[in-house]
């Protein structure tokens, strides 16, 4: 299970991953933080683009907090990071 410190803009133009900010990843995602709204839209962003359940992807702490923590469960932390910075580095390489 892997643990990881997120900074989430709600109300964004667009559902993102932005990228690592030091250790803690930056996301965007277009819904209000009303009711757990944007935590659940969090999750399911992260879910999405690693290819994972929605229900194995978790807000565990700071739930009505910018800055969260998630939880992953079947992925170790180094895991997790190497998954994220493949799909980070793929959104940035240029098109040939």
Known sequence: MALLDLKVSPKASRN???GFM???????VTTAPERGKAN?????????????????VNVVAGHTSRT???????????????QLCTILERRTRPSR
């Open 22 to 28: 030091g250790e803690v990843l930056k996301v965007s």
């Open 68 to 82: 969260k923590r998630i939880e992953v469960a079947g992925l170790s932390d180094a895991a997790l990071r190497q």
């Open 40 to 56: 659940a839209a969090v999750e399911a962003l992260l879910a999405e683009a690693l290819g994972l359940a929605v229900s194995t």
């Open 16 to 18: 993102t991953i932005a």
